[in-house]
């Protein structure tokens, strides 16, 4: 039940959720005072967090951060630990396992294991849908099907599929890592969540961990070239992929908050 809620509740604190909560309150209230105020301010809450003027600024705090924690060069470690989230499982009509946008966090776990970086990697991930009977395997085995079609030998993998959070994860990699006698861990996950696991490793896992950012949304501001009337105009106007970026960097700051409050980070 706590899986559940803490998937499900947090929906209504995200900007579409807030901004649906607000103007549906506005409707039941349409005759009070207050009801204008609650449809503006939900208006003005979706506006905002789907312009890129916002949402940029939203990404590149945490994505800095994350820039600024990875080493250069890479160290040496005892383990690669791939975090879930980037893969599609191989349900019909697919063909097999595919990737999504954070897909390279696999692509950047394997790239580290062909440099030596360490002799294995961990793949991590368990069945996070809240149907019954999912038919989809848990994702720490898809990672461990497509690295071996990419030429990863099974011995060089291992798969943990019961964690379903970072948290969980974390908790995993730490009783594994002390089986193992390990040393250190490299932690390779998207630039976004990379603040909020580097807390919850370092919090819960018991070993050294080093930070790899991968799957960056945005370049950097110095990247982004002069801004034109057109280019600040388009910063202002809504889009349904600014909004998405700003509810990514709004759920790790909450996640980050909620995993403080809770002892996780």
Not at 40 to 56: C, F, K
Not at 120 to 136: E, M, N, Q
Not at 171 to 176: D, K
Request: charged fraction near 20%; proline fraction near 7%; hydrophobic fraction near 50%.
């Amino acid at each position: 039940m706590g899986f559940i809620l803490s998937k499900l509740l947090p929906l209504g604190l995200y900007p579409l959720g807030l901004a649906l909560v607000l103007q549906l309150a506005a409707l039941l209230g349409r005759r009070r005072r207050w009801s204008p105020w609650l449809s503006g301010s939900a208006i003005a809450i979706l506006w905002l967090t789907a312009t890129p003027l916002v949402s940029r600024q939203l990404v590149w705090g945490l994505e800095e951060h994350s820039a600024a924690l990875t080493p250069q060069p890479m160290p040496k470690a005892d383990a690669i630990v791939v975090l879930g989230g980037g893969l599609r499982p191989a349900l019909a009509p697919r063909r097999g396992v595919e990737v999504n946008e954070a897909g390279d966090r696999l692509l950047t776990g394997l790239a580290l294991l062909r440099q030596g970086s360490a002799p294995r990697v961990i793949f991590t991930g368990g069945k996070v849908k809240l149907t019954s009977a999912d038919p989809a395997d848990a994702e720490a085995r898809s990672a461990g099907l497509l690295a071996t079609q990419l030429g990863v030998k099974p011995s060089q993998m291992v798969l943990l599929e019961q964690p379903r959070n970072t948290a969980e994860e974390a908790r995993a990699v730490g009783q594994l890592a002390r089986s193992q006698r390990w040393r250190s861990v490299l932690l390779v996950t998207s630039a976004t969540h990379l603040p909020r696991a580097l807390a919850t490793f370092e919090r819960n896992a018991g070993i050294k961990v080093v930070p790899v950012a991968c799957d960056f949304q945005l370049p950097a501001r110095q990247a982004m070239g002069r801004a034109t009337p057109a280019s600040l105009l388009e910063d202002l106007l809504p889009d349904a992929e600014d909004l998405h970026l700003s509810t990514v960097a709004l759920k790790e700051h909450l996640g980050l908050l909620i995993y403080r409050l809770r002892g996780w980070a």
